[in-house]
């Protein structure tokens, strides 16, 4: 059974990262490179938005899905809820490459780069108001 008040609370928190995220992706290239606090601070948002994203997407793919899915990796699961029709095909391929930075993050399987970081928030800040805005409408229905 779809848990209405699990998706809302993450969107709620996905939220309020985001309001955090926004006045460190104004700052300065540079000023982020020269300070480890924002430079960690900004890594920290986008992990915690995106996998909160993952965990919404994988619970609705575990409920409205019809067992058929294929659905393995983290970036599939965005795909997936285009498939449900919670959002267009075309904005799952904008926001699915997220959950690759997420995993480089967490598993710190490369050394990132600061502009990747300050481009990948400022990504955040317009994908994933998009996408809860998505969710959101989803759940009035």
Do not use: W
């Amino acid at each position: 059974m779809l848990n209405k008040d699990f998706i809302a609370r993450k969107i709620k928190l996905i939220q309020e990262d985001l309001a955090r995220l926004e006045p460190l992706s104004k700052i300065a290239l540079e000023a982020i490179n020269e300070d480890s606090v924002e430079y960690a601070a900004t890594e920290r948002m986008l992990e915690r938005i995106v996998t909160r994203a993952i965990d919404i997407n994988r619970h609705i793919i575990a409920e409205l899905g019809k067992g058929s899915e294929s659905v393995k990796t983290n970036e599939e699961t965005f795909l997936g809820l285009a498939k449900l029709g919670i959002y267009p095909q075309d904005f799952s391929k904008q926001i699915a490459p997220s959950a690759g930075l997420r995993n480089i993050l967490v598993h710190e399987y490369d050394e990132i780069k600061i502009g990747k970081i300050y481009e990948s928030a400022e990504q955040a800040l317009d994908q994933y108001a998009k996408y809860c805005n998505f969710l959101l409408e989803f759940l009035k229905k």
